[in-house]
């Protein structure tokens, strides 16, 4: 790598690794090199009191609602705060001569925290301020920092953007980077801070000013089930965003897409109001989910991840990686996962063969990067190209049993069964245009995915519309997640991850270990040999009042043995539904549905009933009908 100091002169090291750690320097460090490190600086304040006599050993207070905490200080009292618009810093640059310094304290911005601080330790009015410090900190876009090898360039590592919680994350993040660096794998889930979430358009300034003065704040904040940030919106759209909005879409962001999470009925609010309880979008919820359960919705899901794999030595890549056989015939689809060679999920997508050298891998937006750099790291010296294609589709995606009869009205093609089977895609006329149909599904009814050319998204999405009348729903994300829970199809991120188990994950089907060699197989059969030692069980309520959301207790026969990775409401089940891991080694499937479950929420403990099988349509006879 090369360098530069202070007085000018120049040099380069030679080196395996790279680690940026240069904190609020990071971002600028990275650049240099080519890699997305997005975080900012932001003015960061804390006062100290005079001495207090007789004040020690005090515990420390955190209080969210007046955005601040409360330490004793060798006999003083220190009051850190997270006020909920906070002051960007460094927008020209920061200066490498910038270390341990500080910046003017703004009494105005930081008089309403100690207002209440006096309020709340009334002896601070009389005791006084020794100090008040206002330094420089960065903070990233999702308050989380970034760990890991950058996916521009092997070799660089990542330790930065620590959002005030370096000292007590310094000693598990160091020992995990290592274990990384040593291993090339990380040595268990790390998704949630790795440097692979970042994306590519986070690096702007302007982007990165607006989202820190939120940030820092949400550090304190209650993090109520889906709140959404209110900075830096709107980088991603929909080519038919304009048209949603105007049908009631109220968004949410993931990796700068805004995605309608929900629809608001004539007159009212199209906003979120947060709560710990059923939420203000209850019944709006309820209704798209039933919708696509019993007549058609409309989900606008251009937000997928859309990677090509293109060569003559694609198809051998593709094996070489993924669980399941997509040597497969032009115009077939493979759910399958690639697996880490300890047998845990690196990435959950579909596979469809566009032509003998052609392959499109779909996957979630919000994986987009990590599976490009996994994809990327694994293809060698293979004659074949991996390339971002997100950009060039949109992707509606018709789901329900009347989504045949809704399509039949907008196209000449055929769609029955026997003409266009599950599991397979092929284009075909839509409207005044063209789109390629993939016949799969994510929430367990008929239906189709249909990738559209962004410069003929909306004739074809105002085409659906007018064909579906009033019988058509348009459908949120939220909808679509409690769909799938009723179906327990897994999440990236939250139902599998790179330390679960594919089999014990209930993934077995999507993995076929006779193909041949491919990454992970040794692990797949040596599972299969040993027998597994936990099982991804769905659970849902018997109470039909309660919510859950995810990490719940689950537990088993009187104890706790785990925690829910994900849960929604569902609406067509009559109940909250989860799923969740429980130890079963040694056990039968029997075993394990044999005992008695409560679901822990809140420290009250609800009664479920447990299934290995989806609750939804177990036999998937609905998705074929």
């Excluded at 995990?176 to 590519?200: H, K, S, T, Y």
Aim: aromatic letters at 10%; glycine letters at 10%.
């Amino acid at each position: 790598m090369e360098w530069e100091g202070l007085d000018g002169s120049r040099g380069s090291i030679a080196c395996e690794h790279v680690v940026n750690c240069g904190g609020m320097w990071g971002r600028e460090l990275a650049g240099r090199s080519g890699v997305t490190l997005p975080l900012h600086a932001a003015e960061h304040f804390y006062v100290v009191s005079e001495p207090i006599p007789g004040l020690e050993r005090l515990p420390v207070l955190r209080v969210p609602d007046e955005c601040a905490y409360y330490k004793e200080d060798a006999g003083k009292i220190m009051i850190g705060a997270f006020e909920p618009k906070a002051k960007p810093w460094g927008m020209a640059g920061i200066p490498e001569s910038f270390e341990f310094d500080e910046l003017p304290f703004d009494m105005e911005h930081m008089e309403p925290v100690l207002e209440k601080a006096i309020e709340r330790v009334p002896l601070l009015a009389e005791a006084g301020f020794r100090t008040l410090f206002n330094g420089p900190e960065s903070f990233t876009p999702d308050d989380r920092y970034y760990l890991g090898e950058a996916p521009e360039l092997k070799g660089y590592w990542i330790a930065a953007g620590y959002n005030s919680i370096g000292i007590v994350s310094s000693g598990g993040a160091g020992m995990a980077l290592a274990q990384w660096m040593e291993d090339g794998e990380p040595p268990f889930d790390l998704w949630e801070v790795d440097i692979r979430r970042a994306q590519p358009f986070q690096r702007n300034r302007r982007y990165l000013r607006e989202r820190v003065s939120e940030t820092l704040g949400l550090l304190y904040a209650d993090h109520f089930p889906y709140r959404q940030v209110a900075t830096a919106r709107g980088v991603r759209k929909s080519p038919v965003h304009d048209r949603l909005a105007a049908k009631g879409a109220v968004f949410g962001e993931v990796a700068g897409w805004e995605r309608a999470n929900w629809f608001a009925k004539p007159g009212q609010e199209p906003a979120y109001r947060y709560s710990w309880h059923r939420p203000n979008w209850w019944e709006n919820q309820r209704e798209e989910h039933m919708a696509v359960r019993e007549r058609v919705g409309l989900f606008d899901m251009t937000s997928f991840g859309k990677i090509r794999v293109e060569g003559r030595d694609a198809c051998a890549v593709l094996q070489r990686l993924c669980g399941a056989d997509v040597d497969v015939a032009v115009g077939r689809i493979v759910y399958t996962q690639m697996l880490n060679r300890r047998g845990g999920i690196e990435a959950d997508v579909t596979v469809t063969r566009l032509s003998e050298t052609a392959f499109l891998v779909v996957t979630a937006g919000t994986n987009l990067q990590r599976d490009l750099a996994w994809l990327r790291r694994h293809v060698g010296d293979a004659f074949a190209v991996v390339t971002d294609a997100s950009a060039g589709e949109a992707v509606f995606v018709v789901m329900g049993p009347e989504s045949r009869d809704l399509l039949r009205a907008v196209t000449p093609d055929d769609l029955s069964n026997e003409g266009f089977p599950f599991g397979t895609a092929r284009e075909i006329e839509l409207g005044l245009g063209l789109a390629r149909a993939h016949r799969v599904t994510y929430v367990g009814e008929l239906g189709w995915e249909l990738y559209v050319p962004t410069d003929q998204a909306q004739h074809v999405f105002d085409t659906l519309v007018e064909a579906g009348g009033d019988r058509l729903k348009l459908c949120g994300l939220h909808a679509l997640d409690s769909c799938r829970m009723e179906k327990a199809f897994r999440h990236f991120g939250h139902d599998i991850t790179d330390e679960d188990h594919v089999l014990e994950a209930g993934l077995g089907f999507a993995v076929k270990a006779d193909k041949g060699e491919f990454l992970g197989r040794d692990a797949v059969l040596r599972k299969h040999n040993e027998g597994l030692s936990r099982r991804l069980v769905q659970f849902r309520l018997r109470d039909p009042e309660p919510i859950l959301v995810h990490n719940e207790g689950i537990v088993r026969n009187g104890e706790i043995v785990g925690i829910l990775t994900s849960g929604a409401y569902g609406h067509a089940l009559g109940g909250a539904v989860g799923l969740g891991y429980v130890p079963c080694a040694g056990e039968s499937a029997a075993e394990v549905l044999g005992s008695s479950y409560e679901i822990e929420i809140a420290g009250t403990r609800v009664p479920a009933e447990a299934s290995l099988r989806p609750m939804y349509d177990p036999k998937a006879e609905r998705v074929r009908a």
